[in-house]
């Protein structure tokens, strides 16, 4: 069996990496509106944010809009790159590409 | 934090059952519907230009007896109001967003006023100078071509094949009713662009889901 990657292979984390990816390369999402789309308590958020950016997944941006603190979040290239690659791997399990032999 | 986060999905279909799920979420709440995109400026259109038609038909003739000044503010009253509609919509659906689908946005959004600018600018230099059958048609004629090169361009940018082949039927509409002549225009223009707007939007909504 192929090896999942295990940051992106926790339900939480992934719901959180396919909405990073569904936007387009280069967009950030607030804080808030991340959490609406998910919807996941502001804490639970946080926390599986940062094991993403621990992995190099996600880079995390606080900013000022105007005079509010923002928090902005997007997916890192390679971060995009995982996610592409977790999906082929569920699809390859999913749809073997060559049956060789089963067991 | 529950203790069931950090599972992993129970098997491959339901990680991709999960997947499609956000993806599908996600999109329908970024984009709530993309009718709004098309359907205000389909219905200004339709109205709009069908009453200046009535009012201004062609070889001179009035069909529909009404104060000159009505056709052309309701024109732009209803277009004034579609570009309300239109730009609360999208900025309410990428609030929050930031980044280069913003960037692109804002700029496409300057291209519009801007060349509507410049397109006023110059007609407005030499529209005393002509009759006003074929001042009225210069007015529309530039500013249907221009909605057509831009809906054009907007299809480019972000690669939507409604939007560019509804900027190409808009070009062409907007050819045959000059072609057709004064009066004529705003009737190919009610009827083909205003049509055409209405049945992009749903299409753009049943690719949607």
Redesign the interface.
């Known amino acids: 069996m192929t090896e999942?990657d295990p940051v992106i292979?926790?339900?939480?984390r992934?719901?959180v990496v396919?909405?990073l990816a569904?936007?387009?390369?280069?967009?950030?999402?607030?804080f808030?509106?991340l959490q609406e789309?998910l919807t996941m308590t502001a804490?639970?958020l946080s926390?599986?944010l940062r094991k993403l950016e621990d992995a190099g997944y996600v880079e995390i941006d606080k900013t000022h809009r105007g005079r509010t603190p923002t928090t902005?979040v997007?997916l890192s290239r390679r971060g995009r790159r995982a996610f592409e690659e977790y999906?082929e791997n569920?699809?390859a399990?999913?749809d073997p590409p060559a049956p060789r032999e089963t067991r | 934090?529950?203790p069931?986060?950090?599972?992993?999905?129970l098997d491959?279909?339901e990680?991709?059952r999960?997947?499609r799920e956000?993806?599908a979420?996600?999109?329908q709440?970024?984009e709530p519907d993309p009718r709004v995109h098309y359907w205000p400026w389909g219905f200004a259109w339709l109205i709009g230009f069908g009453v200046y038609f009535l009012r201004f038909s062609p070889d001179g003739r009035t069909l529909v007896d009404m104060p000159a000044w009505l056709p052309l503010t309701l024109l732009f009253v209803l277009l004034a109001a579609a570009a309300v509609v239109f730009g609360v919509g999208s900025a309410r659906a990428y609030?929050?967003?930031?980044?280069?689908?913003?960037q692109r946005g804002r700029w496409y959004g300057t291209a519009w006023g801007l060349g509507f600018f410049s397109l006023s600018v110059v007609i407005g230099r030499v529209t005393d100078s002509l009759p006003p059958d074929l001042a009225g048609l210069l007015w529309s004629a530039l500013s249907v071509g221009l909605t057509g090169a831009l809906h054009m361009a907007g299809g480019a940018i972000w690669l939507d094949r409604t939007l560019f082949r509804l900027g190409v039927w808009l070009t062409a509409v907007n050819i045959v009713g000059v072609i057709a002549g004064p009066g004529w225009h705003a009737l190919v223009v009610s009827v083909a662009g205003g049509g055409g707007l209405l049945v992009a939007g749903a299409l753009a909504r049943r690719r949607h889901g």
Request: proline letters at 3%; zero cysteines.
């Open positions: 999942l292979h926790a339900q939480a992934l719901r396919v909405t569904t936007l387009a390369d280069g967009d950030r999402i607030t808030p509106r789309l804490g639970n926390v599986h902005l997007r999906t569920i699809r399990l999913l | 934090m529950t069931d986060d950090e599972a992993a999905p491959a279909a990680a991709m999960l997947i956000q993806q979420s996600t999109v709440r970024l609030r929050h967003v930031a980044g280069e689908s913003a």
